[in-house]
């Protein structure tokens, strides 16, 4: 009887085809574990700017954008108003210290200062009146003494001869003793006449010296009253060049309206504009560099306008030793201002990236050079050249610096 053989499941054929399947699909999950699935772009090597990270001296500075202006500016206000008469230079006239500009009119100004005049005259004469009295009064109190002591010779001469003949009995006695009382009379009339003119004098000199005083002050009241004659007439304080004159004939100007400007060429300076976010760092003494036709000039910070006017505010700059050549008013210039001295950082170059990503990540390119990864950093201060960085970069590393604009959602770049 025949015997039905069982077959065996696991056959060599069977076997082969279903570990050659395993294996297929255990290389398949491991590829789907082990994949990459980063968002990627491929960017030919030439679109894209690569700079090496350094280590090395850094200053952190600034570019600002100034002006030429004179070195001083020296404003013309009218002190009292008046009708303008006569313009004796025009604008963009140079001119010498003391030259006149224009003449204005004022007849009210020039009524009140006669009349000041007037009343400052009467009081002086008042006061020289007063003065010519205590010296009057003074000559007559001398003469009052002189008077007296000639009285009290007369007596003394008297009360002598009466002794002499009161000694032989040839005179009476009652003539004799009113001799004595004539010197006693004129002696205390001459006592208090010298304690009079004693009192007298220091009276007159205090008098004297207040009136001194007073007519000083009353002739500075007059100079200055007619000061404000001279007023009207607009002269240069200072030489240099008329560059703002704003008047013209017959116009009436107020007082304290601004009539012009005179603008000290004896030298120039640079007045800059610069962004608000800067305002706690910039201060006087600070040094910029300027260069100019090939050669660099320095520059130190004089003076800071705390006004921020539009986001910006303004500082002075004065050049140090040689003045650039051929610089004239108003010319622009482009400078870098210094914000702290030197010292060792991590650099990156200045690019386009930092628009993009501002300064938080970067591409690093791999050391193949194939391509560059996404990493997170942390910049501090900068220059025009260079960026500082603090964490995230060391020196050697290579960075795509150009512009990210199509690269944000970007994890990784393949290079070309």
């Not at 002794?163 to 009113?178: H, I």
């Not at 010298?194 to 010296?209: F, K, N, V």
């Not at 002739?219 to 008047?247: C, F, H, Y």
């Not at 036709?293 to 921020?308: A, H, I, M, N, T």
Request: overall charge negative; charged content about 25%; some cysteine.
């Amino acid at each position: 009887m025949d015997r039905q053989i069982e077959k065996k499941f696991w056959t060599a054929r069977r076997t082969i085809w279903l570990g050659t399947g395993g294996i297929i699909t255990l290389v398949f999950l491991f590829g789907f574990i082990l994949a990459d699935y980063s968002a990627k772009l491929n960017i030919q090597r030439e679109r894209i700017t690569v700079s090496t990270v350094i280590k090395g001296p850094f200053q952190e500075f600034i570019p600002v954008r100034g002006s030429v202006v004179p070195i001083k500016t020296i404003y013309l206000d009218a002190v009292e108003g008046g009708r303008v008469e006569k313009l004796f230079l025009e604008e963009g006239s140079m001119v010498e210290q003391g030259d006149s500009i224009l003449q204005l009119s004022n007849p009210d100004l020039e009524l009140s200062v006669m009349n000041q005049e007037a009343n400052l005259f009467e009081q002086l004469n008042d006061f020289q009146n007063i003065r010519i009295s205590l010296d009057q009064q003074a000559i007559t109190r001398q003469n009052q003494l002189i008077e007296i002591e000639h009285g009290l010779e007369q007596a003394e001469r008297e009360f002598t001869r009466n002794s002499e003949l009161m000694a032989k009995d040839l005179v009476a006695k009652q003539d004799y003793e009113q001799s004595r009382e004539d010197i006693a009379y004129w002696r205390k009339r001459r006592d208090f006449m010298i304690r009079t003119l004693e009192q007298d004098s220091l009276y007159r000199i205090g008098q004297i010296a207040q009136l001194e005083t007073s007519g000083e002050r009353l002739r500075m009241n007059l100079e200055a009253v007619k000061r404000n004659l001279d007023n009207l007439m607009l002269s240069a304080p200072v030489s240099g060049q008329l560059t703002l004159l704003d008047a013209e004939i017959g116009e009436l100007k107020s007082k304290g309206q601004r009539l012009g400007q005179i603008d000290v060429m004896s030298g120039y300076m640079l007045r800059a504009s610069i962004d608000e976010f800067y305002i706690a760092r910039v201060k006087r003494c600070q040094e910029a560099t300027c260069e100019i036709s090939g050669s660099e000039y320095r520059l130190v910070l004089q003076k800071v306008y705390p006004e921020v006017r539009e986001g910006r505010f303004e500082v002075d700059l004065d050049f140090v030793g040689e003045v650039p050549p051929g610089i004239r008013v108003g010319q622009s210039l482009q400078c870098r201002l210094a914000l702290g001295g030197l010292s060792e950082a991590v650099l990156l170059p200045r690019g386009g990236f930092y628009q993009s990503s501002g300064g938080n990540w970067v591409f690093v390119v791999d050391r193949s050079g194939e391509s560059a990864v996404r990493r997170q950093i942390r910049i501090g201060r900068q220059n025009m050249e260079h960026y500082e960085v603090l964490e995230g970069l060391d020196p050697g590393e290579r960075v795509v610096t150009s512009s990210y604009d199509n690269y944000l959602q970007i994890e990784k770049l393949i290079i070309k």
